[in-house]
């Protein structure tokens, strides 16, 4: 099954120039390495208003099932992607976050100082992931096995159900 993903990178300095985005791109041949694909992508600067906007418009373009933002998850100043995220989010995935950060403290301690999270826009769900590529890559990878599922529950698919019903039975 594809899944149609857009990958925003959160960065001031990748933004501007300053810094090559290595995160994203990884992002996007992890994305293709799963046969999925890839719609959208851009870099903009840590602004609440940009995040914001290219979440928002992103999802109601019926062009991506899945966003994922790389960056602005820490403790900075200008880290604000998570408050940009649950601006324009209809409905909380609290679920994905907690074990990305589960996972991530297997890894690292300093995977309880990423404040990213995730949610629902109309039919796109919308994932926060650090900004490191080390970080980005590792939490995509604990997220992984459950995006084809997800993506069927958004379209309201009703083959769906029967896989909530085999695994109940
Ligand atoms: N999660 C994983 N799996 N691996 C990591 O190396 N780095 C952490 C954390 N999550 C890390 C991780 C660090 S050092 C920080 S500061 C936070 O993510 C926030 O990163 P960000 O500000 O780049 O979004």
Redesign the pocket.
Known sequence: MDIRFGVVTVSDRSASGERVDASGPILVDAIRIQGWSVNKVVIIPDDLERIKATLATWADSDQVDVILTT??????PR?V?PEGTQAILERLVPGIPEVMRAE?LK??P??M??R?TAGIRKNTLIINL???P??AL??FHVIKPVLEHAVKLLKDDPGSEQGHLATKQ
């Open positions: 960056g602005g998850t820490g403790f900075a880290d992607t991530s890894i690292t300093h995977a100082l990423s990213m650090p900004g490191s080390k970080a590792e939490n």
